[in-house]
C-alpha cells in the first residue's frame, strides 16, 4: 500500500500558483535528488549551512546567504539579528528584550498578512506614514536610541512607493541601522535575486518553496556579510529564538540543487511557455458573457497568469463562489482567489503536463454555468 493511499486526502490540480495552503510549488527534480543524495551521510550541520549559504549566495552573485525555515522563517531571523546582532546573552534572551533597541521602523503601506513574524524574536513596530503616504523625514524622525532596523517590504500589489528602497537604506545607514527586506514572493524575474541588495538592503528574504521550487520548507536569506553573519548566529540550530525553525540537510542541499536550475534556465523561453499555456486557457473562455480575460504579466504577476475579471453586467456567483465550485468538483481545482480585485487568477507555475487542458475545459464550464444564472 502507498504511503497516499493511506491517507484519506483527494490531491487538487493546482492552477493557483505558489499558495502553502495548496502545498507551495512542486520541488525540482535536481532538489528531489539531492535531498536523497544528503540523506545518506552526516554532517556538521555549522559547517553545512555555512557552505550552502556559500554556494547560494555564488548563484546569485551576493556578498553573502544562509538558510532559513521559508522567508516566514526569514523575517523572525531578520529581527532577532537586527535586535540581538552577535551578542550571546542577548541572543540567549530573545523574545525579552529588556534593555535592547528593538523598535522596527515600518511605513505603514508595508503593513501585510506576514508582518506579525517580525515580532516574534521580540521586536515592535514603528509605524511612520498614513497609509497612502510617507515622506523621508518622517522616517527619519522616528529614529531613535530604540531603533534596531527599518522594514521594506517588496511584495505584489503593493502601491505608493514613496520612499524608495536606495533612500530607505540611506537613511537607515546615516544611522548605523540596517534595512530589513521581505521579497518572498518576488521571483521571477531572476534579476530580482540582485536587485534589492543592490539597492543596499542588509538582508533580503526569498522562499525557497514559491518561485525557485526547492523544498517548500526553505527560504534564502542574502545580504552583506555581517549582517548575514548575525542571522546565522540567530538562527537554527544554535538553541534562540529560531530553533524551532529547523531545515534539515537534505532540505538544504535540495535548495541549493533548486537554485542552480532556477537560475540557469532561460526566462525568456521559460516565460514565452508560460505565456503560451495561459493564451490557451484565455481562448477557451473569452466568449464567456460578462467576464474580461487577458495574459497580465507584470509587478503584480511575477510569471504570465490568466486573470479573470467580471463586469458589471455579470449575474453569476462571486469568484469565491466559482472558486469553491471548482475545488469541489472532480478533478479539484484550485484557481487563486485573492488579490485586491475581485479577480480569478490562473497561474501556470505548478500545472503539470496534461492538466491544462482539464483546467481550461472545468474553468470553461463553471464560468458558462455562472453566466447562465446556476
Ligand atoms: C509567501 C510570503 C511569505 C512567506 O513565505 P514562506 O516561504 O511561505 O514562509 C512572506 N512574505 C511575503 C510577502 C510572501 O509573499
Known amino acids: ?19 502553502t495552503k495548496h502545498s507551495g510549488s512542486r520541488p525540482r ?9 544528503a540523506s545518506g551521510q552526516f554532517y556538521n550541520i555549522d559547517e553545512f549551512i555555512i557552505e550552502a549559504g556559500k554556494a547560494i549566495a555564488e548563484l546569485i552573485g551576493a556578498p553573502a ?24 546573552d542577548k541572543i540567549a534572551a530573545l523574545p525579552n528584550t529588556d534593555g535592547m533597541a528593538n523598535d522596527l521602523i515600518i511605513q505603514k503601506h508595508h503593513r501585510f498578512i506576514y508582518d506579525h513574524l517580525y515580532l516574534t524574536s521580540g521586536g515592535r513596530f514603528k509605524e511612520v506614514g498614513d497609509g497612502a503616504t510617507c515622506s523621508p523625514d518622517e522616517v527619519e524622525d522616528a529614529i531613535d536610541e530604540n531603533t534596531a532596523a527599518i522594514i521594506h517590504l517588496e511584495s505584489p500589489y503593493k502601491r505608493n512607493d514613496i520612499v524608495p528602497l536606495e533612500q530607505l537604506v540611506e537613511i537607515a545607514h546615516r544611522h548605523d541601522l540596517p534595512v530589513l527586506c521581505d521579497a518572498a514572493s518576488m521571483l521571477p524575474p ?25 523544498p517548500q520548507s526553505t527560504g534564502v536569506l542574502a545580504g552583506t556579510p555581517e549582517w548575514v553573519e548575525y542571522a546565522r548566529l540567530n538562527n537554527f540550530p544554535n538553541v534562540g529564538i529560531a530553533r524551532a525553525q529547523k531545515v534539515s540537510k537534505e532540505e538544504m542541499a535540495g535548495l541549493v540543487a533548486a537554485l542552480g536550475e532556477f537560475v540557469e534556465t532561460d526566462e525568456e523561453d521559460e516565460t514565452k511557455r508560460y505565456s503560451e499555456m495561459m493564451q490557451m486557457v484565455v481562448d477557451q473562455i473569452i466568449e464567456v458573457p460578462g467576464i474580461a480575460v487577458s495574459v497580465v504579466h507584470d509587478r503584480d504577476h511575477y510569471i ?36 485586491p480585485e475581485r479577480q480569478l487568477v490562473i497561474d ?22 455562472a453566466a447562465s444564472g446556476e
Do not use: C
Open 1 to 19: 500500500m502507498s504511503v497516499l493511499d493511506r491517507l484519506d486526502v483527494e490531491p487538487v490540480i493546482n492552477a493557483g500558483g505558489p499558495n
Open 29 to 37: 527534480e535536481v532538489a528531489m535528488e539531492a535531498m536523497q543524495e
Open 65 to 88: 546567504a544562509t538558510i532559513t525555515s521559508g522567508a516566514s522563517g526569514g523575517l523572525v531571523v531578520q529581527a532577532a539579528a537586527a535586535i540581538a546582532r552577535d551578542d550571546p
Open 190 to 214: 531572476r534579476s530580482n535575486l540582485k536587485l534589492f541588495l543592490d539597492q543596499g538592503a542588509d538582508l533580503v528574504s526569498f522562499s525557497g518553496g514559491k518561485g525557485i521550487r526547492g
Open 304 to 339: 504570465p497568469h490568466a486573470v479573470i475579471s467580471f463586469s458589471s453586467d455579470w449575474r453569476g456567483p462571486d469568484r469565491d463562489e466559482i472558486h469553491r465550485r471548482l475545488m469541489a468538483g472532480t478533478p479539484r481545482i484550485y484557481v487563486a482567489n485573492y488579490g
Open 348 to 369: 501556470p507555475l505548478n500545472i503539470q503536463e496534461g492538466e491544462l487542458e482539464i483546467v481550461a475545459e472545468r474553468v470553461r464550464n463553471e464560468l458558462v454555468k
